[in-house]
């Protein structure tokens, strides 16, 4: 087994740094999240390998959170417009968990299928290599394989990095796999350790049939009862790495502008409110109901699997303690339908 | 701190008595440090109801949802939370008629975020006990300044930390220096809004960031926009915080906004103080910067 | 559905107002040319995003394609953008990207009576389904048109509701306006009302319908009590659109986009969606 001994990671780092731009997990001042190895910096920088997750999930690498789209010149009654093409370099993201691998298979479904291909989108991701990180040792609010999600085998990994004592067996996937651990081949050992056993998960949900019950479960008294506490911020959808709703604004200064597209969260009343005053989400537990409903029932439906990976970042991170995995539970066990 | 049981006993009563329609406090999440805003409607659901050492939510924004409404609410707070309360009420948000105020003497009470994400397996350091909430190592008021029964015995004030030792550090850099640092605090925003919704002071109708026709801030994640939403908001903020350090608690990605918030209560004391936002309720006073008087110096025009 | 063959389906093509006309107080109707002429085929009922760079975009009904000249687009002022786009004059430039969404079933529709009921703005998109029959006259059978509005003042396309469908062959067209006004010989009343009065029979008819959701609320019942099956209704949906092809989310009701599934139902398909409609 070829195998990176923990003190080498930054050396690779380093190597991979020199042919793209590489994320690696960070606590970074008070952020944590995936940032770029060329913004390391050590004094205000620390490393994440070694914990379960961080925050901020690595979507914004393939969707960023603003996106240019085109830019636009008014003369007069003339107007011009130029699409905005971002040069794309590689990169590779370092260390990725299961669940948020699963959450860009998701994004890939949603911009890459069903009769549309969106260009942009398409370029980072035919250049981004996944170096994921296999979980053994699930955190207290997982339950991604509840979700089918394998948490030591993500399935669209370029390389698996399986942590054992004192380093990393390196497990290459794919052909882009391949690619990159040439470039660090030097810096791996062949040796043969014992992978440790996957740790059992402490939160379990039985997503099965979930789906269809949902389906006469719309005006369920749940959503008034579980919404009830919600605050209606974004954070369950900006940490969430399945939640790829966007928003197309423009910005313009004069007869200067450009138009770009932004993440957007249907928590926001303004998401679905119409010029003319009407809204058909109004009510925050509208929203939140329909919040779920996608996930659960509306993403299941159309692309054959629930928009949720099971990372647990919405529940960790809610102001007012809404779960999932309760809203899955109270499905699961009512007696019927509505 | 628990008075559990002394809040179940009024929330029962009140309910019963039909003089009011609603309670609100907290209720036991999932997990035994999580305590989450509860509304109980009927004496069925008291049972439900907790007030311990966890309850830190500031349920004074919840009243908003039921601006409108006629319902008679009452609602447990602590010392930060009725100085949310006063907020309201000079703010013309709630008439008080419609509110009884259960007030808890105040011993300082934890954070289940921050417990949440200790436990998680999201920060290296875990599992700790994480003591009394950042937010209560600052309190000024943990007896309720509003009240219509208080349960427990008055609170002496805890030893506080500097409370504007870091703005006088920030303070003293230079103008390049505290640029750079604002740039750095606001560039990780993510716009999420959570500072905003759970904001008492943040009671506006149509929030300016909502706005369409004409649309004020961009919605773009980068500096422009977002420092125009924390300045915006800032400048909102003066003189009508009540410091309770919801917005810094929630955020997730630790934006330390209580410095902003800190700076500001430091100023608008400076100029127009001695001045404490939500300190007492007195029928029809308003905070410095929500009135105008014909003499107000305006040498700066 | 929309089938996507455009390389970049977000970014707009430019294209030309070479004709306003004057509706009503609040609407315009602007006729829109690209350099070949259409920017792209319309099928009666499709929508297209139309953007007045750089102020905004906002997804509106096709209301007729002439073809191979231009597309019409009937718009209400009600927002910023068709605020702003209420002040341009003839020869100004917009973007224009689509078509987006199913358009009227007018394949299926063939053989039938057709029965449109529209209220207010609600005409713009039934008139290119109107319009539609009377190109392909022989495809359908007889034709009921019943429009109304709060006064006559807000009646749009009146050109062709007083002087050209009545000339069609097999039409009927009758207007009303809510409250009586001088100079009024027409009819008064609301839509639904006039609806019953004048009861036309279900038997191989198909109701297309499209106006403010009152009326659509109660002139859906009325359409009930006089016979008419969900399957024989056809309806077309609004909602706050971003991007046209079901990707940002917002438009959807249940797992149905309006922009891609949408945004015509009929009410059978309609009654199977959660009531956000």
Redesign the interface.
Known sequence: MKVLKTGKIEQVLDRLAQQADVYAPM?R????GFFSWRSYDEDYD?L?FD??????PPKDIVLP??EK??S?H?DG?????E?IVAEVEPKIIMGVRSCDVRGIDYLDE??LT???V??AYKARRDKLTIIASACY?P????FCDSMGVSPTDPESADVIMREVTGGYVWDVKTEKGEAVTKQIEDLLEEQEVELFPLKSFLRKVDYSGVAEKLKDM?EDPMWEKYS??C?????C???CPTC?????????WG????????????M???????????N??EA?T?RFR?RF??KL???P??YGRPLCTGC??C???C???V?I??IIDTVKEAETGA | MNYTKEIREIATRLLENEQVDMVMAWEKGDLEYQTVPFIARTVDEVSRIVCDEYSIHNLSNSLLRFRDGQEKIAIVVKGCDSRGVVRLLEDNQFPRERLYIIGVACPGVKDPLLAMKQNSGFEKVQDQDEGLASKCRYCLQPNPVIYDELVGEEQPLAELQERFARIEEIEQMSADERYQFFEDMISTCIRCYACRQVCVACNCRTCIFDETRPQWVGRETKIGDNMMYHLIRASHMAGRCVECGECERVCPVNIPLMLINRKLIKDVNGFFGPYEAGMEYVEGRKPPLSVYKENDPDDFL | MHDCSCEKPLVPGIVEVIDIIDETPDIKNFYVRSENGVPFDVMPGQLAMVSLLPVGEGMFSVSWQEENDHLEFAIKRTGLMTDELHRIEVGQKLGVRGPYGNGFPVEECKGKDMLFIAGGIGLAPLRSFIKYCFKHREDYGKITILYGSRSSADLCFKDELFEKWPQEKDTEVYVTIDNPEEGWDGHVGFVPAYLEELNPSPEGTIAVICGPPIMIKFALQSLEKMGYSDEQVITTLEMRMKCGIGKCGRCNIGSEYICLDGPVFNLAQLRQLPPEW
């Open positions: 606590l001042g008070q952020q944590s620390d994440m914990i379960l997750n961080v925050y901020q959170q603003t789209m085109y636009i008014q009654q003339d107007v011009t417009i699409p949603v911009f069903k009769g549309y969106d260009d040792n955190g207290t609010n997982c719309f009830e506490p605050q209606t911020c974004g954070i959808t900006y940490l790829y709703c966007f928003d197309i604004q423009v910005k313009n007869d200067e502008g450009y138009r770009f597209r932004c993440w957007d969260s249907c926001y009343r303004e998401y679905t409110q119409m010029a003319g005053g009407h058909p989400r925050a509208e329909n409903l996608h029932q509306f993403f439906e159309r647990g970042r529940i960790v991170t102001p007012a303690g779960n995995i309760k």
